[in-house]
């Protein structure tokens, strides 16, 4: 089997593991199950669907990710990165419409696998990544203002300045008890972990939530009031025909949760690299990944992908093999089975709470902020990114912003291919000293230029209008250094050959030092410079330069 698309769970088990990483790897898959346990909950809610579809996508997913995945830590199941995606296919297309769509985009994440994508996904920007990030953060924030205030309003509206809009004029009904359960929640969550880290703030602070509003009544929604009983079972697989037509109406969604899903999980798998010294194979848990997508949908939950949280939750927790994320799918579902009864009473003010804690930590602000640091070319793809996803829509906001960032890379791509004059000024006897000491001087006749960087379509035009501007009327060689040159496209090849074919036409010679094999063969193949122009090093180079200029 070829090692790149086999399961790291396979890997482990014909290594072995031993007892005592066993241990580890259980304790930690239980302690990460209750740590998701309010998150799959609370992700299910503010994404428009019922409480129980979140804990059968933890369940389901996270199984088969840990199961089928490339990576020995991986944690899945529902984040919060899907709640805009997810919340917005349910509003114009129904539960139904977003169970389909996460079923394609099983597929295609699958395709993506296959193709071996999975390490160009890895290459996004980081500007791109951090703007849509925060982005997400500010909307998961937003969408919970109507749980944590208490606000008796209906459906929220979708679009960001709608749903503020609709705050405004709902503030009447302020519920000051949602909002204490809230700020009591986000206190907790946000604080117990200096007590403990062996159990999630996130856990006790829905406890304490939970048992004040049962004992003292206090007059709030939660689960019950709102959606009713929580299953106590996982429903049977449900088979979906999928004809043009419905492909046609779901691709763009699909395609959303594909491309979100593919990110999320690789980025995960990094940072737990980073973490743990280990080494994920990419393409195989893009693979995981579409199928654990496809198996949620048909067990009626919603997208899934790898959690960064409850990844490192996992890896502080001991586990280093995919045996802890299979017991967090166990324990989950032993939950379900056991106490989804009580889970009903849960104020979902608390579960805001939790949210909100969720999309600060999310948000990255120290990120966000460092990079108005750097130059304005990173700032202008970071502003763009995160106002395109908060006012309009996570698929506008990275497409644009990836087109943005293909330019301004083309940009700085054509700044870093430099052509630097390589001397500085004449000598007492005339003769022009090279910058870099190694070279001897050369003949004034001879002009000297070194590219640096890829000869590409971006920087082509500008290293034909500069060599055509800084010819001398006593030049009569221009000798080209191209030993900082890896590449070069077919605009660069036809930039050379005007600037060779402008040169001769005044009288000048053209020669090469330092090509690599591969363009010194492209050149010769394309008959824009002749062999013997191209010299291996600069040195030879004059040589041959000085034989010229001798001769008659």
Not at 180 to 200: A, C, D, E, N, Q
Request: hydrophobic share 50%; charged share 15%; with cysteine.
């Amino acid at each position: 089997m070829n090692r790149e698309f086999t399961p790291k769970l396979l890997s482990v088990l014909r290594e072995g593991v031993s007892k005592q990483q066993l241990s580890k790897d259980i304790l930690s898959g239980i302690i990460v199950g209750i740590v998701a346990l309010p998150l799959a909950i609370a992700f299910a809610i503010a994404s428009g669907v019922s409480p129980e579809k979140g804990l059968i996508t933890a369940i389901v997913a996270g199984l088969a990710i840990s199961t089928f995945g490339g990576s020995r830590v991986q944690i899945g199941g529902p984040t919060g990165a899907f709640i805009v995606i997810v919340y917005g296919i349910v509003v114009e297309y129904g539960v139904e419409g977003l169970t389909v769509a996460t079923f394609l985009a099983g597929f295609l994440i699958m395709l993506m696998g296959f193709l071996r994508l999975g390490r160009l996904l890895k290459y996004f920007p980081y500007t791109l990544i951090t703007g849509f990030t925060t982005g997400i953060a500010v909307i998961i924030f937003s969408s919970q203002i109507k749980d944590l205030l208490g606000l008796e309003m209906e459906a929220v509206p979708a679009p960001f300045i709608d749903k503020w809009a609709a705050y405004a004029g709902h503030l009447s009904s302020f519920n000051p008890y949602a909002l204490g359960i809230g700020l009591v929640t986000i206190l907790i969550t946000l604080y117990f972990p200096k007590v403990t880290t062996r159990v999630p703030g996130s856990l006790i602070a829905i406890l304490v939530a939970t048992w004040a509003v049962y004992y003292f009544q206090l007059p709030v929604d939660t689960i019950a009031t709102r959606f009713g009983d929580i299953p106590q079972s996982i429903p049977k697989p449900q088979f979906y025909r999928v004809d043009l037509d419905t492909v046609r109406n779901l691709l763009q969604p699909a395609l959303a949760i594909a491309l979100l899903g593919g990110i999320e999980s690789l980025l995960s798998a990094v940072v737990a690299d980073g973490m743990t010294g280990g080494r994920h194979r990419s393409n195989m848990e893009l693979v995981a990944q579409g199928a654990a997508n496809i198996l949620s949908s048909m067990f009626g939950g919603i997208p899934a992908t790898g959690a960064i949280a409850r990844t490192a939750t996992n890896i502080k927790n001991g586990g280093r093999t995919p045996i802890a994320g299979i017991v967090h799918a166990l324990t989950l579902l032993l939950i379900m089975l056991v106490a989804a009864p009580l889970a009903k009473h849960i104020p979902l003010a608390c579960l805001a709470g939790i949210l909100v804690v969720v999309a600060y930590n999310m948000s990255e602000l120290h990120a966000f902020f460092g990079i108005f640091k750097t130059n304005r070319y990173d700032i202008a793809v970071l502003l763009s990114t995160f106002l395109l996803t908060v006012v309009f829509d996570l698929v506008i906001a990275i497409e644009i912003g990836m087109v943005m960032a293909a330019f301004l890379f083309m940009k700085r791509m054509a700044d870093a291919t430099e052509l630097g004059q390589l001397f500085l000024s004449e000598g007492s006897n005339g003769e022009e000293h090279m910058f870099e000491q190694e070279l001897p001087s050369i003949p004034r006749e001879v002009l000297m230029y070194e590219i640096n960087g890829p000869l590409f379509f971006g920087a082509a035009q500008k290293f034909s209008d500069t060599l055509k501007n800084v010819i001398g009327d006593h030049h009569r060689i221009l000798l080209l250094r191209m030993r900082n040159v890896p590449i070069i496209d077919a605009t660069g090849m036809q930039r050379l050959k005007e600037v060779i074919h402008f040169l001769r036409s005044r009288q000048m010679e053209v020669v090469l030092s330092g090509v690599s094999p591969v363009i010194r063969e492209q050149l010769l193949r394309s008959e824009i410079i002749e062999d013997a122009y191209i010299q291996e090093s600069v040195e030879d180079a004059l040589v041959f330069i000085r034989n010229r200029l001798a001769s008659p």
